[in-house]
């Protein structure tokens, strides 16, 4: 993937795309967007599911979120139920989940939902970068 | 750590919150089919008697009539009287107030067969030197038995820790690897040396993990025996237990008396506490209050584990202390959670109540005697 190929403008700065990554631990929110920053997206966070569905329901997010990295095993909303949510209202933005626990049986489940990767930490940054450049290709624009 | 009902709870008798109570000695009230109960006094109150006495206590056929010790401090006497059992300072008090179908001589005393046969009553038989001594290895192979079964249940729970640690280990790992990444090509030195700090936390924290866990996992000792800090093992407790089950959507409340303490072996303790929160939380489905307290009064030490769950069904409530009876599916429940726990409780000299209402909760009540020992050690926690 060459960066900054697909790139468009929000508030008059390039980005390769915007990602919204869902994650209980401050920890890993902060060296995702690390990774990701470097490689030109513009990065969000949310700390649950809860938090997430209010990010894409606000503003232009409900228009320019791109992709979804998104953990299992959260408090209130956890990720399964907020899978479930984004494909059901946002079929357009493309899942990956980032998990601590890897367990067969759900990724089967979750890649059946649509969820296009399903990743195990730790992930390298490299595989983390082609792993939301796969998931840019698969993204539909928002109906306007 | 298993036993407590989940969908076989939720849907019986819904309508007719139960509140009922049941004790570790529960069994002995309901003799069912048996014939009339073997009635057996133990003659010799020291570490032999006291043994056999817990063992033959559980066992719902025979009755314990009476106990004895020429020695008034033996520590068999007392727990003779924790357990209702009547104590007599001589002999032939005991041999003439009881009916009896058995004596057993503890006592290691060589001349006592004899001078007891002359006393006892016709129809009584006599247990005594080798015969005796028998039956205090085969009480010892039961308590190493039970130590076993212990162990191999706690084992066999670690598997449902493995969600748990991962998420625990790979989180901290996830932070060291982007950051380590980011390092490699990160010029600004400060940066570097908050990215350094960043990773020797994560590195911390994962030692913790595997400090917590090694601890819980060791075999336990009965030498290891003391005065536990009651509080501060519930939370120990509850952090072991947040790796078998997802804690965050649960409310805990701590209702703690200061300077609770019990007698006994605090990793068998730790295990009990870890089990009894395991299983609230199980029934509640990861959404409820789990509510821990400690009562302190001048003759006892209690524990409560609270939970808003299923409940439990009231002709369930007489088997949750069965071994392997579970109601959890194949694979999730050893069906030796709670058989275990009343193990330990009892020998600690305690014992469990449960007060269960379907579909409101359930709450376990451990109740153990206050009875420290100035020799023994303390803050064992």
Redesign the interface.
Same mark, same amino acid.
């Given at each position: 993937m060459s960066e900054f190929k697909s790139g468009f403008f929000i508030g008059g700065e390039s980005t390769n795309g915007r990602v919204l990554v869902v994650d209980d631990e401050p920890d890993i929110r902060k060296v995702v967007r690390m990774t990701l920053q470097k490689a030109g997206y513009d990065v969000l966070e949310a700390e649950n599911g809860e938090k997430a569905i209010e990010v894409i329901n606000s503003g232009e997010n409900r228009l320019l979120l791109d992709v979804m990295i998104c953990d299992i095993r959260m408090p209130k909303v956890n990720g399964i139920e907020a899978i479930a949510y984004f494909r059901e209202n946002y079929p357009r933005v493309p899942l990956i989940v980032l998990t601590g626990f890897p367990d067969t049986d759900m990724a089967t489940s979750l890649l059946r939902q649509g969820v296009v990767d399903y990743l195990v930490k730790p992930v390298e940054g490299d595989i983390l970068k082609a792993a939301v450049g796969r998931a840019m290709e698969r993204r539909e624009l928002a109906p306007l | 750590m298993r036993g407590r009902p989940t969908s076989e709870g939720a849907g019986a008798a819904a309508t007719t919150p139960a509140i009922v109570h049941t004790t570790v000695e529960s069994g002995r009230s309901n003799p069912s089919a048996a014939p009339l109960p073997m009635k057996v006094a133990i003659i010799g109150a020291g570490r032999g008697g006291t043994a056999l006495l817990d063992v033959l206590h559980q066992i719902p056929t025979i009755e314990l009539v009476g106990m004895t010790d020429k020695s008034p401090s033996a520590p068999g006497l007392k727990r003779a009287q924790e357990l209702n059992v009547p104590v007599y300072s001589r002999i032939d008090d005991l041999l003439h107030d009881q009916p009896l179908t058995l004596l057993m001589d503890v006592t290691g005393d060589p001349t006592m067969e004899s001078a007891l046969r002359q006393q006892t009553p016709t129809g009584a038989d006599i247990i005594s030197g080798q015969a005796a001594r028998l039956f205090w290895l085969l009480v010892q192979h039961e308590s190493t038995l039970q130590t076993e079964l212990l162990q191999a249940e706690k084992m066999a729970g670690f598997g449902s820790f493995?969600?748990g640690i991962?998420? #625990? &280990?790979? @989180?901290?790992?996830? /932070?060291? /690897?982007? &950051?380590a990444? @980011?390092l490699a090509e990160e010029t600004d030195l400060e940066a570097v040396h908050a990215q350094a700090l #960043?990773i020797i936390d994560?590195v911390k924290r994962t030692t913790a993990i595997c400090r917590d866990l090694t601890s819980y996992s060791r075999r336990t000792s009965v030498r290891q025996d003391g005065l536990i800090q009651v509080n501060s093992k519930l939370d120990e407790a509850l952090k072991i237990a947040r790796y078998a089950v997802?804690l965050? #959507?649960i409310e805990i409340r701590k209702q703690y008396q200061p300077d609770a303490v019990v007698k006994g072996n605090p990793d068998k303790l730790l295990h009990v506490f870890v089990n009894l929160i395991t299983n609230a939380v199980q029934a509640m489905e990861h959404h409820g209050t789990l509510t821990l307290e400690t009562i302190s009064t001048a003759d006892t030490t209690q524990v409560r584990v609270s939970d808003t769950g299923c409940g439990i069904a009231p002709e369930l409530l007489t088997r949750i202390f069965e071994p392997f009876y579970t109601t959890k599916p194949p694979g999730k429940g050893t069906g030796l959670g709670l058989y275990n726990i009343k193990n330990v409780i009892q020998l600690m000299h305690g014992t469990i109540e449960v007060d269960s209402h379907i579909g409101q909760g359930s709450t376990f009540t451990l109740t153990f005697p206050c009875d420290p020992s100035p020799n023994e050690g303390t803050g064992q926690s």
């Open positions: - | 493995a969600a991962a998420h #625990d &280990m790979n @989180n901290p790992l996830q /932070l060291i /690897l982007g &950051m990444e @980011n #960043d994560a997802a965050q #959507d």
